[in-house]
């Protein structure tokens, strides 16, 4: 079964450099969500959209943004990195309409190191 | 807000002997969904079990099962038959019922299983 794909894997920056995140969900999935977990840390929650629309926010940066496009795909724009801002960023993705637990499947990850 | 405390950081098991993993939450919701997440070394977010809160009978999965205290808000995981490949942190985590809701995580047990 398809899964979420997220790319690049693994990301290297320098500080004060940009970064795109991208995130291919499931297909038929409506939902993206992302999530940013540090070294050691728990997974922390982003920012979400449905059907291309933002559902929720969390924690998400004024340096970060983030889109839904048309195909469903998404993605996590970061400007100004921080060495701070190294992690493993998750998108995970689910489809709303299909039932009672909505479960999130996640992707791979992309790591990415700010130097 | 809400919130999810995992007491234990690290917890040890030798193989095939039963641990039992803490997880209490707070909120003020009535329906919401509750979740155990494994992340092994390769840091892959792995669903291991699930728990609407408005079913009485608790989940079980093949070795996982839990135990869901809705008063007490409390949603412990009890793994049996331990094996090496259970090796792996564990996440608790908390959904509201509602579409698009993000998940919000417990810092973590850190499980290994040993021979």
């Known amino acids: 079964a398809a899964g979420v794909i997220q790319s690049p894997r693994h990301l290297i920056k320098e500080k004060r450099e940009t970064a795109t995140l991208k995130c291919y969900p499931i297909?038929?999935?409506?939902?993206v969500y992302w999530y940013q977990q540090g070294p050691g840390q728990d997974p922390q929650f982003l920012i979400s959209?449905?059907?291309?629309?933002?559902?929720d926010k969390g924690s998400i940066p004024d340096r970060f943004s983030a889109q839904q496009f048309s195909d469903y795909h998404s993605e996590l724009n970061m400007s100004s990195l921080e060495l701070g801002d190294s992690a493993l960023y998750f998108c995970?993705?689910?489809?709303?309409?299909?039932?009672?637990?909505?479960?999130?499947?996640f992707g791979p990850g992309t790591r990415l190191t700010v130097l | 807000a809400q919130t999810v405390t995992q007491s234990q950081p690290e917890m040890s098991v030798q193989e095939a002997e039963t641990v039992t993993l803490s997880c209490t939450y707070d909120?003020?919701?009535?329906?919401?969904?509750l979740f155990w997440y494994k992340q092994p070394p390769s840091r892959q977010m792995i669903l291991v079990i699930r728990?609407?809160?408005?079913?009485?009978q608790n989940a079980t999965e093949n070795r996982f099962s839990v135990n869901f205290q809705k008063a007490a808000k409390s949603f412990s995981l009890k793994i049996s038959d331990s094996q090496l490949g259970d090796t792996a942190m564990y996440f608790c985590?908390?959904?509201?019922?509602?579409?698009?809701?993000?998940?919000?995580f417990g810092k973590g047990t850190t499980l290994s299983v040993s021979s």
């Open positions: 985590a908390f959904m509201e019922a509602q579409a698009g809701t993000a998940l919000i």
């Open positions: 297909p038929r999935h409506d939902t």
């Open positions: 995970a993705s689910s489809l709303v309409s299909g039932g009672p637990y909505n479960e999130q499947f």
């Open positions: 909120t003020s919701e009535n329906n919401y969904y």
């Open positions: 959209f449905y059907e291309k629309m933002q559902s």
């Open positions: 728990q609407e809160a408005y079913k009485q």
